[in-house]
């Protein structure tokens, strides 16, 4: 059994593999935080300027505790390496999903949005292994927008070919919304938070900034449910296009 000192260093290691600031990106706002279930959790997000663009990440391995943060952690320095030596996308994407079906348990796997913002031509190209719903809002016309995964989770099976990719064009005022199903899952009296007051609150206040409206969520989700009813970790990860 761990020693709380044990968990505790786990718990601040994980932590400080996270963006210790977000990335500066003209004409774009960008945010993400991860608030664990417990001590150490199986979430994990990325946001950092690389030579391909800037790196978009959440991942969401099974469970929770100290076995799916070292998943999570394994897999956003995995993806980092392969990054910093040139890998495109495609290629990353196969490289880490065989590593984590050689590594981890038939049990154990991990859902992940990875992509590039290319601001120069306002897109996110992007894959969601198992990792969904993705919203899209559309700030012309306050219309929000959902896409499922692309292909399955990372670790589940080994693959020669990478799946589809998809791109998300990008307008003035559009926010893409990538959130953990700890978020939509996060119990009331009435149900689940689920996607439709997600929506709503994008809405809302879309027109600030993007740490505002994530803060406005973790908000709403504790006026929700209470404080107790967190059992999932909760991750948010938004970026918008000014």
């Known amino acids: 059994m761990l020693r709380a000192d044990d968990i505790a260093a786990a718990r601040d290691i994980q932590m400080s593999i996270l963006p210790p600031e977000m990335p500066a990106v003209p004409g774009y706002d960008l945010y993400g935080c991860l608030r664990p279930a417990e001590d150490t959790g199986g979430d994990m997000f990325d946001l950092v300027d690389l ?9 969401d391995a099974t469970g929770h505790g100290f076995g799916p943060a070292l998943c999570a ?11 910093r030596v040139g ?11 065989n590593q984590l079906d050689e590594d981890l348990p038939d049990d154990r ?6 992509g590039f913002l290319d601001a120069s031509r306002h897109q996110v190209t992007y894959f969601s292994a198992g990792q969904g719903p993705i919203l899209h809002y559309h700030g012309a016309g306050g219309r929000c927008e959902w896409y499922g995964p692309t292909t399955f989770p990372l670790g589940t099976m080994a693959v020669d070919t990478a ?19 700890g978020v939509y899952e996060y ?8 996607r439709e007051r997600v929506a709503a609150l994008v809405a809302r206040h ?13 908000r709403e989700l504790v006026v929700f449910g209470g404080q107790d009813s967190q059992n999932d970790d909760l991750t948010i990860v938004l970026a918008k296009r000014e």
Not at 210 to 215: D, F, V, Y
């Open 109 to 114: 796997f991990v859902t992940a949005f990875a």
């Open 51 to 59: 030579a391909q663009g800037t790196f978009i990440l959440l991942g």
């Open 73 to 83: 952690t394994q897999m956003q320095a995995m993806f980092r390496v392969a990054f």
């Open 206 to 218: 879309s027109g600030g900034t993007m740490e505002a409206l994530a803060r406005e969520l973790l």
């Open 87 to 97: 890998a495109q996308l495609d290629d990353a994407y196969i490289h880490v999903n």
């Open 187 to 194: 119990e009331g009296e009435s149900g689940i938070f689920g």
């Open 163 to 181: 799946g589809p990719t998809r791109i998300l064009p990008l307008e003035r005022g559009d926010v893409l919304v990538v959130l953990s199903d």
